[in-house]
C-alpha cells in the first residue's frame, strides 16, 4: 500500500514573485537615492512619481500575499481530501469502468443488464485489442459478478471487459460494466485524489461501492 503526494521541488510560485519584488524594489531604492543625490536643486524631480511607484509596488505585495493565502489554502484541502482517503488503503471498491487489473491470476467485473437478454457474450482483451477470453454470461435482468480465473501463463496488467447482450430478436440489451479492484495506492494528480485499484488510476468520486477486506486469519477465528 502507498499514499503518493506532489511536493514542491522548488519554492511556491507566490515566494518567487514575492523574492522577485524584494530585489527589484531595492533596485528602485537604489535609483531614487541615486536621483535624489545628482538631482537639479532648480528644477527637483516630481515626487508624485515616486508616490505612485510606491503605491504600486504596496498593491503588487498585497496581491502575492493573497497568492500566498490561496496557495495555503490549496495545499490544506489537498492534504484534507489525502487524508480521507486514507480509508480506502486496502479495501476492495467497485469503479465504473470496463477495465479491470489482473491480480494472482484473477480479474473481477460486474454488469447490469437493463433487461433479461436471450444471449450475452462476455469477451477479456489485453491492451493490444488481442482477445484473451470469450464465453457467456448471466442473462438475466440486474447486477452480476463475472470473475475471470486467467490462464497461469497470462501476466498481471490491465484487461478490457466487453459484453455484447441481444434477445432473442437481436435486439441489443444495454449494459453497464464496472470492475472491482484493491485499493493499491492513493496518488494526487493534476490536482486532483486518484487511487489506484489493481493498477488502474480512478478519481475517488468515481467509487460506486466499499467492502472491507477480511484478512483469512480473522476469517478462522
Known sequence: MEINSATANATSAADQSQSKLAQDFDQFLVLLTTQLQFQDPLDPLDSNQFTDQLVSFTQVEQSITT?????????????????????????????????????????????????????????????????????????????????????????????????????ASGTEVQAAIFSKGTVEAIEILNGDVHLSVNGILTEASNIQAVKQIIPVAEVAS
Not at 480521507?84 to 488503503?89: D, K, R, S
Open 67 to 167: 497568492n500566498k493565502n490561496l496557495e495555503q489554502l490549496i495545499s490544506q484541502t489537498k492534504n484534507a481530501a489525502m487524508s480521507n482517503a486514507v480509508g480506502f488503503l486496502g479495501t476492495e471498491v467497485t469503479i465504473e469502468t470496463d477495465r479491470a487489473g489482473l491480480r494472482n491470476g484473477t480479474a473481477k467485473w460486474e454488469y447490469g443488464l437493463e433487461t433479461n437478454a436471450d444471449e450475452v457474450k462476455l469477451t477479456v482483451q489485453d491492451t493490444t485489442g488481442e482477445i484473451i477470453f470469450e464465453g457467456t454470461g448471466d442473462n438475466k435482468a440486474g447486477l452480476h459478478d463475472f470473475i475471470w480465473n486467467a490462464p497461469a501463463d497470462t501476466p498481471d496488467g490491465i484487461y478490457q471487459l466487453t459484453i455484447s447482450a441481444t434477445t
